[in-house]
């Protein structure tokens, strides 16, 4: 059986999400967060054919690491919510430019896709792009990785 490596001495911030975000099912639980969801039944079937200790399990990393955070339903409830926290809401660009790649790239143009929109203007939402801090939009050749 393979082992996972772990990216946590890395020096690379990609490498280091991976080992956080790498696997698609934790992925698709903060989707989940991301469009509402909070109780582990709900993202239990949000991802259907899945033992049930997969997205336990998921969920928990979530926590420990600190994407999400158990709230009691009511002071005396003994249930608990999986709310995301301010790190796991800064996934959004990230899962939104990841759903948009693939909306893109891998669907034929005749079949149907979701498509995210403003709750208020019931617009779409606009291509995620990479914008310098003037908001000029920055290209891959346009940039240099350097350490700070």
Known sequence: MPTHIRHRRSDCPIARSLDVLGDKWTLLIIREALSGTTRFMDFSRALPKLARTIPSAR??????????????????????????????????????????????????????????????????????????????????????LVMR
């Open 59 to 144: 969920l928990q990393r979530l926590v420990d690491i600190g994407v999400i955070e158990t709230i009691p339903v009511s002071p005396t409830s003994l249930y608990h919510e999986c709310v995301l926290t301010e790190m796991g809401h800064q996934l959004f660009p990230v899962v939104t430019a990841l759903r948009q790649w693939g909306n893109d790239y891998l669907f034929e143009p005749s079949e149907p896709r979701q498509c995210l929109v403003d709750r208020r203007t019931e617009t779409p939402i606009a291509s995620t792009q990479v914008h310098s801090a003037d908001g000029q939009v920055v290209l891959p050749e346009d940039t240099e």
